[in-house]
């Protein structure tokens, strides 16, 4: 079956440790996002990609960075830099960017101790 | 800046409706729907274009009207499976899709 894998979906690190969340799509899909969610704040747009090795910051990029080096793989790292990275970190996709509906993965759940 | 959406919250009894407002600021190139239940991923509901378009799917509907920059969803009959957050999600220049806040509605039996 098609769709988003995002791993791992609990993650527990202690302050000051960079972190890789995964985000793999067999959906053949061009565009990829990445979006914070805390509560009450909604998705808020971290970094989205629509073709291979180009990638565009959204609202929050700050101690964030990614990369797209294959079309169905769009890792998010978040850096030290990041000052308050516990959150539910969830990618997507789509097939046209912007205009195309977006497939969601199931989210990575990040807590700094 | 998000999408503004209104109400934040909204609770209902089980087959009354409910409207939810999405606004923005900027231009507006298209609108999205999602909803998404606790401790899941969103779901697409509908996506709107340019031209004043309304769109159903069964008892849900939206409109949006690009010139007041806005968009509607519109909720009738409500189920109990309607609960959940519902996010508006604006496209924006640079082909980006920018989230409201979301709003949490909950339907009582």
């Known amino acids: 079956d098609g769709g988003i894998t995002q791993s791992p979906k609990y993650l527990f690190r202690k302050e000051g440790q960079n972190v890789t969340l995964s985000c793999e799509q067999n959906?053949?899909?061009?565009?990829m996002y990445w979006y914070r969610q805390d509560p009450g704040q909604g998705l808020r747009l971290i970094y989205y990609?629509?073709?291979?090795?180009?990638?565009q910051k959204g609202d929050i990029a700050e101690g964030y960075s990614v990369s797209r080096e294959k079309k169905e793989s769009f890792p998010l790292t978040v850096t030290s830099a990041q000052k308050n990275p516990t959150a539910f970190y969830l990618c997507?996709?789509?097939?046209?960017?912007?205009?195309?509906?977006?497939?969601f993965g199931e989210g990575s759940r990040l807590t700094v101790l | 800046q998000q999408p503004v959406q209104s109400p934040q919250a909204v609770i209902l009894r089980e087959g009354e409706d409910a409207v939810i407002n999405c606004s923005s600021s900027?231009?507006?190139?298209?609108v999205h729907w999602y909803r998404q239940k606790h401790g899941e991923a969103p779901v697409f509901l509908m996506i709107?274009?340019?031209?004043?378009e309304q769109k159903g799917h069964e008892k849900i509907s939206a409109s949006f009207n690009e010139k007041k920059q806005q968009s509607s969803l519109y909720l009738t009959a409500s189920q109990l499976s309607y609960s959940g957050t519902y996010f508006c999600?604006?496209?924006?220049?640079?082909?980006?899709?920018?989230f409201g806040k979301g709003t949490r509605l909950h339907i009582l039996p």
């Open positions: 999600g604006s496209l924006e220049e640079g082909d980006k899709i920018i």
């Open positions: 959906l053949n899909h061009d565009a």
């Open positions: 990609s629509q073709i291979v090795n180009d990638f």
């Open positions: 997507a996709s789509s097939l046209y960017e912007g205009a195309g509906e977006l497939f």
């Open positions: 709107l274009l340019k031209g004043g």
């Open positions: 900027k231009a507006l190139y298209s």
